[in-house]
């Protein structure tokens, strides 16, 4: 499958930034999707943001306007810039990746995973 490895997490002050990247890498025809979900103690995983191949984003309504999400599709990674941060997006946050292994069936792969905390 698709190996996903993470970075960027951390501890930040409220109002503060930071940003997470992702990198995806393995035996693929393409990956089409690259994006990041999140998951609080006690709640299920949401999607953060997610964009395609041909570069369009879509966001969570809660990190519409604060967040932004670019790839670099030469290097299948993607970079979230995470400003104005809330005490309410600590979370633990995933990367995802799917498109498509080298036999042509397709692939749906996560990261491990990384701390985000806000906290003063």
Not at 38 to 45: E, F, L
Not at 68 to 88: F, G, H, I
Request: aromatic share 10%; with cysteine; hydrophobic share 30%.
């Amino acid at each position: 499958q698709v190996h996903v490895v993470e970075s960027g997490g951390g501890l930040v002050q409220p109002g503060g930034s930071l940003r997470l990247s992702c990198a995806a890498s393995g035996s693929v025809i393409s990956i089409n999707n690259m994006g990041w979900y999140r998951q609080a103690p006690g709640k299920g995983r949401e999607l953060v943001a997610d964009i395609t191949w041909r570069d369009y984003a879509n966001y969570a309504d809660s990190v519409q306007g604060r967040f932004t999400l670019s790839r670099d599709n030469a290097k299948n990674t993607v970079s979230l810039q995470m400003n104005s941060l809330k005490p309410e997006d600590t979370a633990v946050y995933y990367c995802n990746a799917r498109g498509y292994l080298l036999d042509y069936t397709s692939f749906n792969s996560w990261g491990q995973g990384t701390q985000v905390t806000v906290s003063s």
